[in-house]
């Protein structure tokens, strides 16, 4: 934690659920100079406020984005470009906008269209969740040792960036991966939606009766994350379609290779591909 | 745990391995008159008597079958056959042999052909382990809430199975669910060896560099039983290998509803696919 270093700073939290309130509880061990939130519902801004967590909570945010050196915006990712654009006339000059969405080409090209100039969008996402959304969940613990991935644009300033990878690691993740918008989404497509894509599918998959007292903890674990905000990963899906089409692609050509090492009882090629998966796993 | 009633009985375990080990800790707890172990190694052997574990460890086990009450066979399912047949003549008179193998149908199959009459096996499946292997990751913790299949055959006596379900019981697992070899075989075919070929697959996808710092926790847990016990999981695999095809079949057509939703932008039905998930995953 780098405490000192955001003394100075008026921060705002745009989105108090699950990823939102853990940076409002986070950021709230950096003492910054003041920390803000708002959101559609009073009831958890006045639960942040109370519990000390903000300073202040707000549903219409013009007067707080005027005073916020840095405004962090956690919400659906259509939402996030909504946001900037209906308010853009509040954000104080000069100050750095981020955000946490799980896709970020469409978001950055959408937000680089209208942005004022003397503002700075710099794309983030923290790859950083639970089985569990809104504010009632929501932790400082979800980011300690956690991967977070910086989208920079050419435009982007290079104070800009140091400060949000200073908020990085001061709210516990790892050293920041910086990659362009479109790497990004061809990564997550990966790493993050497949295997939600692949949760959802397995469960799905599931039709025995009393499935609960049949599973180990391989069938439990790899399908944590099939209880998911529908809402919220519609539009992740949808908006990065070409990328996750295409990993699925590469994923069932390798179950098929599985399928067809079965099927001729080929063990060694079986071996093979359980091999290769070992030390993939293992270089993790 | 029923401390009390194994008092009376000597029991030994065949294959002081992960789960074998484990057995033997968690039996170690519940008191028997006696507690024996059969391995290759010495040195294991060895271990587990040192450490008060076990009452002695033997390479060559007639003498100490000759006095058990109850035999648990911990070794891979080819084995476990071979096992019981190459000690046929030396299996106390009226004891009961169980297993832990993660396919029932063949084990069982084979067994009945040779079994002496006066001997009762019958075959289980705790489902229970870990992403690594050996009696020096072995621990009774791995039992504590497991789900445990049992797969009576008709010629099961009452009294053994009620003394297998006792063990089960005793050791930490949940109420043992009954059902026969061949349902067992489709059933663990879904539950964990369809997700451990999943997480192979994952795996074998992820063609990225560095691909460490770009994951989340979905793709850990997705892909944590991808470094398994390669030699074990190509047999349970092959084995089982109907099932399993069948398995990957539903699991494709599942995954190619996601696949269509996507490729048509088809909003409602991928909400419908993520909904059904959800609530399946929450009934787990």
Known sequence: MEEADFRGL???IV??????GSYASALRKMNPKK??????????LDQAENRGIIDGG??????????SDLVIISVYPELTVRFIQENLDYFKPGSVLTDAAGIKKKVIDDIRK???????????????????SGFANASSDIFMGANYIVTP????????????????RGIGCREPILMNPEEHDQ?????????HLIAAALINSSEFENIGSLIGGSFKDATRVAKMNVTLWSELLLENKENILTQIKVFADNITRFQNA????????LAELLEKANRGREKL
């Open 10 to 12: 008026e921060i705002t």
């Open 15 to 20: 989105g108090l659920g699950l990823i939102g």
């Open 35 to 44: 920390l803000w939130a708002i959101d559609i519902e009073r009831d958890i």
């Open 58 to 67: 707000y549903i219409e945010g013009a007067s707080v984005l005027k005073r």
């Open 114 to 132: 209208f942005i004022r100039k003397d503002l700075d969008f710099v794309g983030g996402h923290p790859l950083a969740g639970k089985e569990c």
């Open 153 to 168: 644009v050419p435009e982007n300033k290079r104070s800009s960036l140091l400060l949000v990878e200073k908020m990085i």
């Open 187 to 195: 990564v997550i497509a990966l790493t993050s939606q497949l295997p």
């Open 262 to 269: 079965l099927q001729k009882e080929d063990s060694t090629s």
